[in-house]
């Protein structure tokens, strides 16, 4: 019974990031903080985890290139804690269905930000990147909810 709830409460957190992404172009630490407190509470209430260290370790890596990226003027750094939690959460099953997502809605997003509006035009210095890394992890953790 804890299980769903845990998995719906990141799906409502994932949320809010895209919400405030999009409001004001920042995800609040609060945010990716709790996202990782509930990994811990349900890796320690026995969630179907392959292997707790094997999302560890996809949350670090995921972490690192977000932080790169971040560096480089990729990623703001709340989109970079956001992609590495949602990594912890999806795992090395999900990971690939995650990437292709996330990709994918990259790939729309910076599209959209091309179109020749001044709207979109203004968003080209400052992509709101949870729009692309929160939804794909939204689906698997709703998916598994479901499953349980």
Same mark, same amino acid.
């Given at each position: 019974m804890l299980e769903p709830a845990l998995l719906s409460a990141c799906c409502a957190l994932f949320g809010a990031a895209i919400v405030s992404d999009l409001g004001g172009r920042w995800i609040p630490d609060s945010i990716p903080l709790a996202l990782l407190l509930l990994f811990a509470l349900y890796a320690l209430t026995g969630g179907h985890l392959a292997s707790v260290w094997t999302h560890i370790a996809i949350g670090a890596v995921l972490? /690192?290139?977000g932080?790169?990226? @971040? !560096?480089f003027g990729g990623l703001?750094?709340?989109?970079?804690? %956001?992609m590495a939690v949602a990594g912890l959460w999806v795992?090395?099953?999900d990971l690939?269905?995650?990437l292709i997502g996330l990709g994918l809605l990259s790939l729309c997003l910076a599209l959209f930000a091309l179109l020749p509006f001044e709207r979109t035009r203004? /968003?080209?210095a400052n992509l709101? @990147? !949870?729009v692309a890394i929160a939804p794909p992890a939204i689906v698997? %953790?709703?998916l598994r909810a479901f499953s349980v």
């Amino acid at each position: 019974m804890l299980e769903p709830a845990l998995l719906s409460a990141c799906c409502a957190l994932f949320g809010a990031a895209i919400v405030s992404d999009l409001g004001g172009r920042w995800i609040p630490d609060s945010i990716p903080l709790a996202l990782l407190l509930l990994f811990a509470l349900y890796a320690l209430t026995g969630g179907h985890l392959a292997s707790v260290w094997t999302h560890i370790a996809i949350g670090a890596v995921l972490l /690192l290139v977000g932080f790169a990226l @971040f !560096a480089f003027g990729g990623l703001g750094g709340g989109d970079g804690k %956001l992609m590495a939690v949602a990594g912890l959460w999806v795992g090395p099953h999900d990971l690939t269905f995650f990437l292709i997502g996330l990709g994918l809605l990259s790939l729309c997003l910076a599209l959209f930000a091309l179109l020749p509006f001044e709207r979109t035009r203004r /968003l080209r210095a400052n992509l709101p @990147f !949870a729009v692309a890394i929160a939804p794909p992890a939204i689906v698997l %953790l709703a998916l598994r909810a479901f499953s349980v």
